[in-house]
Nanobody
Framework: QVQLVESGGGLVQTGGSLRLSCAAS????????MGWYRQAPGKQRELVAT???????NYVDSVKGRFTISRDNAKNTVYLQMNTLKPEDTAIYYC????????????????WGPGTQVTVSS
């Protein structure tokens, strides 16, 4: 079993910054892509940013230039540095990890964290 625990959410004013962290723990062979998704009230969950084990990144257009995703493979942790926050960034942010199982035959499985609330006041 794999657990993802997010931290770093909170309330911030427009233009402020927050840094989210997500640590994976449990038994697994390796972690491929890790990422952050968000869901605002009344909207579908959307991809914010992803990062592969090799460090390749992908961002949704609305956060490019403001958010930076990074990871520490030794700590199985992914980060999301969020700068110049806007009210439309308000959402619950979820961490995702594509995990290679430790049990043979190895499979790729998706795991999600419980989410952390980010609120940007105008």
């Amino acid at each position: 079993q794999v657990q993802l625990v997010e931290s770093g959410g909170g309330l911030v004013q427009t233009g402020g910054s927050l840094r989210l962290s997500c640590a994976a723990s449990g038994s697994f062979f390796s972690i491929n892509t890790m990422g952050w998704y968000r869901q605002a009230p009344g909207k579908q969950r959307e991809l914010v940013a992803t990062i592969t084990s090799g460090g390749s990144t992908n961002y949704v257009d609305s956060v490019k230039g403001r958010f930076t995703i990074s990871r520490d493979n030794a700590k199985n942790t992914v980060y999301l540095q969020m700068n110049t926050l806007k009210p439309e960034d308000t959402a619950i942010y979820y961490c995702n990890a594509q995990v290679v199982t430790i049990v043979s035959p190895r499979r790729l499985r998706d795991y999600w964290g419980p989410g952390t609330q980010v609120t940007v006041s105008s």
